[in-house]
């Protein structure tokens, strides 16, 4: 028997990661990434928007200030969730700490930049505000920003998992190799008869011989051979 090397290999394991590294931090970003992305459409229905308080209308602050963090978010997350590569994980993990900062800190830059005006909460006690703030910018900002940098945390680190997982052998089933038929058996006039065969050799070579027809099969009688006497 060989031996097997057990040392492990330190440089293994840079750039490949198990798809489970990120894949809790990323499904959770996906999800917030899209509440941010729809709420402000859907959230008129509740009574739980800013305005303009109609359902489905787009605005540029709507666009710029929502839609586009909610929509990075989402593609962080999804490479988070996906990838196996730690250095697209990375990227999915930044794209989501860039888009919290931007629900948060994005208001501040619309009107020097000219990305339009959220508009004032609908909701008139300040228990009501105080739980748009946070669901649509400061609070869901902070939490993305913190998922994502958690799963940053989680898939910068090259540990001896990680390793392992690179260096971890792989395993293939033997696939079985499917019955070959036997090609049927033909019988010559030149080969010996086989024993325990059904039809012999003789009989074969008589078949294939062609059978000359009688007197008596064309004229229903049989041909008589004169005998001299």
Known sequence: MKDVDTRLDPRAGRME??????AASGF???LLGLWGALIPFVGPYFDFAYDPDTPLTWT?????????????AVVGGLLLLMSRNRATALLGGWLAVIAGTWFVVGRLFAGPWGLGDVGAPV???AAGQVALELAFWSGLGALIIFFGAMALGRVSVHSVRDVRYATRPVVTEPVAAEPVEPAPATVTANEPVIEGHHRRATDVVEEERPRRRGLRDMFGGSRRTPVSH
């Open 28 to 30: 959770l970003l996906v």
């Open 60 to 72: 540029a602050a709507r666009g710029w200030l929502e839609v586009l963090p909610g929509a990075v």
């Open 123 to 125: 909701a008139g006690s």
């Open 17 to 22: 990661i198990a798809r489970s590294r990120g």
